[in-house]
Structure formats: C-alpha cells, structure tokens
C-alpha cells in the first residue's frame, strides 16, 4: 500500500493511501458522503463507488412527493432518460434493497408504490443483460410478486437467467415474507419466479388468511399440499444461510394422524440438507404442535416461537442440536387455548388440561450442550418447571437475556 504523495494543496484526508481512505469512506452516512464528494476531485472519485454501491429504497413506502412526481431512488430512472445512463454511477450498483410494495404494479386506490419502482427496475434489468452493473444482493417482498409491475417481472426473470450475466458470482437473494395480518387470501411462496439455489435468506410460509375447507378430508389434503410447497421449495435452497418459518396462528383442527406423514419426513430430511444454514426461526403452528423441527448440524442460531405440546419438549429434550450457539425460545402449550383432534388421547395432555395449575412437568434430563447464549422474549413463556436448572447444568457459563421485541425475525 503506497501513501499518496506529499502535495501542499492535498488535506491530510487525501493523501491518505487510496485502500485506507476507501475503508473510513465506508464507514460514513449517506449525507457525509454527499458531502464528501464536493470538497475535491480526488474524494469525489474516491466516495463515488460508495455512494451508488447500495440502492435502498427509502420510507416510507410511498414513494410520491407532494406535488405528484417521484422522490428517493425512483427517480433516478427520470434522471437517467435527462442525461444519460452512462453518465451516472450505475456501473458502481452492487445491491439493491426493496421493501413490501415496491415490486407491486401501482394501483391508485389502494397506494401501492410499484409504479414508483417499474422504471427503475426496467433500467437495472438492462443494465445487468448488457453487462454494465454486477449486482451481487437483491432484497424484496415475495408476497408483492402476487400483483407485481412488469419492471419486477422483468428483473425477477432477468435474475433468474443470472448464469448468461456477467456477473462474478452467484447474486444472493433476500426473500422477505410481508406482514398481512389484515388480509384475509390465502398465498403461497411463488418459487416459480426464482432461481432458488440464488436465495441466501428466506421468510418461508403461507398467508394468514384461512382456506375455506369444508371437511377434515380437505384440511388433510390441504395440510400435505403446504409441506410439499415448503419441501419443494427447500430442496432447491441449496445455498440458503437463515430460514424463518411459518405456518399457521390459528390450528383451527389438526389430527394426530399428521404425525404419521411421510410428507413430515420428506421435509426434515430438506432442511437437514441445508448445510449452509447459519440461522433458522420457527413460529407458530408448524402442522402439528408435536412435529419438532431440528436444524442442520452446526447452525448457529434457533429461534423458536412456537405453539408445542407435552411430547414436543419431550423430543426436544433428546436432542443434541449440535454446534448450536444462541437458542432464543418463546413457547406456549397449545393444549391450553385449543381444543382439537390433537390431542389423540395422550395422557399427559389430558392430566394438564384438566388440572393446568397444579401439573408438574419435568424432563429429567437434557441433550443440549455447548451452547453460549439463551434469550427469552418474556418470564411468560411456557417451559417444564426443570427446562432453565437442566440447561445452566448442561452449558456451564450460559449468557442469559431477556428481550421484549416478539417480532423480531433471526
């Protein structure tokens, strides 16, 4: 690393080696880089690279100035159509980050924000098939590809064909499962739009809203349909790093006979597989509250968010997990807030519904060990009376906290 020559009209900061000066430049906010990128030519072209490096789209989500016209990054395609692509820095792009609304077309009733982006992404899909920009991450909202613009249509596709690009890797795909707990349609992860070997991070899981099912046949047939959604869909994430999932809020009725599908198996056997995945999260009612899931050998990090029984903590209890550092756990006995054909009789659950205050439950023992860290979200989780004394036993110098954000994803 050579230092830049000594030069009397140069400021310290300038003649900093160029390695050195590009490490504090990345260090800096957005507005000191503008800033920056006034004082000379030299930190001009030095914060350049910097300040286009990362497309992020802006709050709030609608991206309209009050006079009608465009604010934020939507307008650098009107820009661009003014002066010319090549004049501005989009050879320097290398992510984008989109949030829930920027890939739906725009519809001027409900405010959706697509029509801000359509031109945008048009702009980018082109730039990446002539080889001018090489995007490395992308960031969205796959729950917006069920009304999308044609801009996203367009760049969705265009990544998918990302081995013609010039690209010098594999781009890594952020897929974020939107919040739509005032929607009532039922939606699926929409795997059709991607190259799954290029998704690195995904909120996997089906849309809140509740089927019309009829009979406990179709609840069935409804049931093995979103596992083989979810293992089809895993088996293609070759190269997936953190992985939320979902199911349901509400188990509405979930007969024991679910525990004997080998649909079950099938996907244990696709998330094992995922041997690079660093984090997983799991939330709700995952098709049985028995069905434990386990992670692959040496993540880091579990995040569990569930709604179990009597015989899951039983399973969980043998298991070793192994390699795991940072267990986060905010669980609740189903069997206390539904009644349903789960229940199958068990004897355990039968005892607790019928005296819940007075039952103690306790595991005995405890496979886990080696891990570093336990959080809770709040003392109110449910846990056997001997869960927290079997694992400070188990993880000599355990860090213990207690958080309070319950939405918060891994």
């Known amino acids: 690393m050579e230092a830049t020559a000594d ?48 497309l992020r ?4 989500v609608l991206h309209w100035a009050p006079n009608g016209g ?3 990054i939507c307008k650098l395609d009107k820009i661009a159509e003014d002066i010319g692509v090549d004049a ?32 945008l992404l048009k702009m980018l899909s082109d730039l990446l098939l002539a080889g001018k920009i090489q995007l490395q991450q992308v960031e969205l909202c796959w729950c917006d590809i069920y009304q999308p613009s044609r801009g996203a249509l367009k760049l969705l596709s265009t990544l998918q064909r990302y081995k013609e690009l010039n690209l010098p890797q594999r781009p890594s795909i ?30 996997l899981g089906c ?8 009979t406990r046949s179709s609840r069935m047939e409804e049931t093995i349909a979103d596992i083989e959604l979810f293992t089809k869909t895993l088996q293609g994430t070759h190269f997936l790093q953190y992985l939320s999932i979902g199911w349901k809020d509400s188990i509405v009725d979930s ?45 880091k990090q579990l995040t569990i968010k569930q709604e179990v029984s009597i015989e899951w903590w039983r399973k969980f209890a043998q298991c070793e997990f192994v ?7 905010y669980t609740h006995h189903v069997g206390t807030e539904e009644t349903s054909q789960w229940l199958s009789g068990e004897e355990e659950e039968v005892i607790f519904r019928q005296s819940a205050d007075e039952f103690v439950f306790l595991l005995g023992d405890l496979a886990i060990s080696g891990l570093k860290r336990f959080s809770t979200f709040s003392e109110w989780y449910y846990c056997p009376d001997d869960f927290l004394d079997l694992l400070r036993k188990k993880n000599p110098g355990l860090q213990e906290v207690r958080r309070y954000d319950e939405n918060r994803d891994i």
């Open 207 to 214: 849309g809140k809203g509740v089927r019309e099912i009829t």
């Open 255 to 299: 007969p024991s006979a679910v525990l004997q599908l080998p649909e079950l198996e099938d996907l244990q056997s696709a998330i094992t597989n995922l041997k690079h995945l660093r984090g997983l999260g799991l939330t709700g009612y995952l098709f049985h509250p028995t069905f434990l899931i386990i992670p692959p050998e040496n993540t």
């Open 57 to 60: 789209s802006p709050q709030p």
């Open 70 to 72: 465009k604010t934020g």
């Open 323 to 329: 390699g795991l550092e940072h267990l986060t756990m």
């Open 7 to 54: 030069h009397p009209d140069l400021s310290p900061l300038e003649q900093l080696p160029q390695e050195l000066l590009s490490d504090i430049i990345e260090h800096l906010e957005p507005k000191a880089m503008v800033s920056l990128v006034r004082v000379s030519k030299r930190l001009y072209n030095a914060t350049r690279p910097h300040i286009w490096h990362t």
């Open 174 to 203: 952020i897929a974020k499962m939107k919040d739509f707990a005032d929607r009532k349609d039922y939606f699926t992860f929409p795997s059709e739009f991607f190259a799954l070997e290029c998704i690195t991070s995904l909120q």
């Open 88 to 119: 501005m820095g989009f050879v320097h792009v290398k992510r984008l980050l989109l949030k829930g609304g920027d890939l739906k077309k725009y519809d001027v009733w409900g405010g959706s924000s697509g029509m801000g982006f359509d031109g």
